[in-house]
């Protein structure tokens, strides 16, 4: 069965090695972008990957919050 499953910590520099070995830039993503992969797989085997970065993450420090943390108000932003 083909899946996407979000990647932790190990999947992740998996996936940072797949990019480095067969992308065409053979370049890892830089993490100050806050990467995240998805990783692809069949019968349980990694078949591929996706990876997506924020690179204006640094720009904004404070805007982008992950999936488990809980809301914050909007108020908090336009105070900064």
């Known amino acids: ?3 996407v499953v979000l ?3 190990c999947g992740l520099s998996w996936a940072q090695e797949q990019v ?3 992308h ?3 370049t890892p993503v830089d ?3 806050n990467p995240v992969a998805l990783l692809v797989t069949l019968f349980e085997e990694r078949v591929g990957c996706f990876i997506f970065g924020r690179p204006e ?3 904004v ?3 982008y919050v ?3 943390q809980k809301s914050i108000p909007l108020a908090a932003f336009l105070s900064n």
Do not use: F
């Open 61 to 63: 420090n404070g805007w």
């Open 1 to 3: 069965m083909l899946s």
């Open 66 to 68: 992950m999936c488990n």
């Open 20 to 22: 480095e070995r067969y």
């Open 24 to 26: 065409y830039l053979h």
């Open 57 to 59: 993450a640094t720009r």
């Open 7 to 9: 990647a932790d910590k």
């Open 31 to 33: 993490p100050r972008c």
